[in-house]
């Protein structure tokens, strides 16, 4: 694994949690081949307006433009959007000036937060830990890159269901104990 020690806290920890949660029960049955190839950019943010936050999405969307070995950035605030409600405002701010700024077509939006709940949940469904991470983060992802990878997996349909099923079968307690788990300091 990737030597930690050097690196801001919100990219070890999210770092561990794409590692030890995503990878390792597949919930991004494509984030292995990222992850191996080094090409995940890690970005940490102190913006805590959702001004700020969303200039900095624009400008790691033209990064990504400028740097095609960079596959996809994960852009985790440090100290804003805490409030899952504000942090969903932030989502709505930042796909709109997608669309705005003209990534539209090129660039999607995935997001987590550690209080992630789904509009048709509620908080004590596990399914929601299957976007719960350390850090509210904005993932930005190539869509030509995406629909290379959905166009080679075999029914990329159920693999929203495939996670829903494996976080509740392992339940609240599982999923909290680890995303804790990468919150602790590395050694």
Same mark, same amino acid.
């Given at each position: 694994?990737?030597?930690?020690?050097?690196?801001?806290?919100?990219?070890?920890?999210?770092?561990?949690?794409?590692?030890?949660? /995503?990878?390792? %029960? #597949?919930?991004? *049955?494509? +984030?292995?081949?990222?992850?191996?190839?080094?090409?995940?950019?890690?970005?940490?943010? !102190?913006?805590?307006? /959702?001004?700020?936050?969303?200039?900095?999405?624009?400008?790691?969307?033209?990064?990504? $433009?400028?740097? *095609?070995? @960079?596959?996809?950035?994960? =852009?985790?605030?440090?100290? !804003?959007?805490?409030?899952?409600?504000?942090?969903?405002? &932030?989502?709505?701010?930042? #796909?709109?000036?997608?669309?705005?700024?003209?990534?539209? !077509?090129?660039?999607?939006? +995935? #997001?987590?937060?550690?209080?992630?709940?789904?509009?048709?949940?509620?908080?004590? $469904? +596990? +399914?929601?830990?299957? #976007? @719960?991470?350390?850090? *509210?983060?904005?993932?930005?992802? @190539?869509?030509?890159?995406?629909?290379?990878?959905?166009?080679? %997996?075999?029914?990329?349909?159920? /693999?929203?269901?495939?996670?829903?099923? &494996?976080?509740?079968?392992?339940? /609240?307690?599982?999923?909290?104990? =680890?995303?804790?788990?990468?919150?602790?300091?590395?050694?």
């Amino acid at each position: 694994m990737t030597e930690l020690i050097n690196l801001s806290l919100p990219e070890q920890q999210t770092r561990e949690w794409v590692s030890s949660v /995503i990878v390792k %029960y #597949n919930f991004c *049955p494509f +984030a292995r081949k990222e992850v191996e190839s080094n090409c995940i950019h890690y970005q940490t943010s !102190g913006a805590t307006s /959702i001004d700020d936050a969303v200039m900095e999405m624009i400008e790691q969307c033209i990064e990504l $433009d400028q740097l *095609p070995e @960079r596959e996809t950035t994960l =852009l985790m605030f440090e100290q !804003g959007f805490t409030d899952f409600e504000e942090f969903l405002d &932030l989502v709505d701010l930042a #796909n709109a000036l997608l669309v705005a700024q003209g990534f539209e !077509g090129k660039y999607q939006i +995935a #997001n987590f937060h550690p209080d992630y709940v789904f509009a048709d949940s509620d908080d004590s $469904d +596990a +399914a929601n830990y299957t #976007n @719960r991470a350390p850090f *509210p983060t904005l993932h930005l992802i @190539r869509e030509a890159s995406m629909s290379a990878a959905l166009d080679e %997996y075999n029914e990329p349909e159920s /693999i929203p269901e495939h996670n829903i099923n &494996l976080a509740r079968r392992k339940g /609240i307690d599982f999923w909290q104990t =680890l995303l804790d788990n990468c919150k602790k300091p590395s050694m």
